[in-house]
């Protein structure tokens, strides 16, 4: 299977801009998706193939990356953004999920 | 709108069954393959599998082969993820999942989440 790595945590202030990343283990071409979960909610769609917004999620929100190696950057980070974030790939099978990085802000 | 509204929580002991529901609605049932993902207590998302919505046909990744059983009510435009044999290890939170459109593979639209406690 395709392993994806996160950092566990992240602390940012809010106005600053974070980077979150998600490495995998083998190549999955452009086929990367960010997820925001917070407590006790589904995840909700941020990015789909690595760098393409989800409908109605702010512009604040972007990604970059192909291959192995993928970013998730907020800016400017605001209150609300205090979420675990995931990322997944569906290049190869069984599509896979990093184990999350859990955005706190100071 | 599109939506998929899951059953509620459960409480079961090892060694029994239980069955969780996804009720589909907004959109024909029928076009768009229902997906099954878990979430254990503060941990990560992992895929289990999806069904065919117009088959019936299931496909199950490779750690729920097995005691998991995918199916469907399509009269009612209903998914179900049934799970015989109880074990501790399946205390979770299970959600139903559907893609935006046929042809992707992200997860666009989510069921709620059915948290399953197993506990003697």
């Known amino acids: 299977d395709t392993v994806l790595t996160q950092s566990p945590a992240l602390a940012v202030s809010p106005g600053e801009r974070v980077s979150i990343s998600c490495r995998a283990s083998e190549g999955v071409n452009s086929y990367m998706h960010w997820y925001q979960q917070k407590p006790g909610q589904q995840p909700k769609l941020l990015i789909y193939?690595?760098?393409n917004l989800a409908s109605g999620v702010p512009a604040r929100f972007s990604g970059s990356g192909s291959g192995t190696d993928f970013t998730l950057t907020i800016d400017p980070v605001e209150a609300d953004d205090t979420a675990t974030y995931f990322c997944?790939?569906?290049?190869?099978?069984?599509?896979?999920f990093g184990g999350g990085t859990k955005l706190e802000l100071k | 709108q599109i939506q998929l509204v899951q059953s509620g929580p459960e409480l079961k002991k090892p060694g029994e069954s239980v069955k969780i529901s996804c009720k589909a609605s907004?959109?024909?049932?029928?076009?768009?393959?229902m997906h099954w993902v878990k979430q254990a207590p503060g941990k990560g998302l992992k895929w289990m599998g999806w069904i065919n919505t117009y088959t019936g046909k299931p496909t199950y990744a490779d750690d729920f082969k097995g005691r998991f059983v995918f199916s469907l009510e399509a009269s009612a435009t209903t998914a179900n993820l049934q799970i015989s044999n109880l074990k501790n290890e399946d205390t979770a939170t299970y959600f139903c999942a559907r893609l935006p459109h046929p042809g992707t593979n992200w997860f666009a639209y989510w069921g709620q989440g059915t948290l399953v406690t197993v506990s003697s």
């Open positions: 907004g959109y024909t049932f029928t076009d768009y393959a």
């Open positions: 193939k690595a760098s």
């Open positions: 997944q790939q569906s290049w190869n099978d069984p599509r896979t």
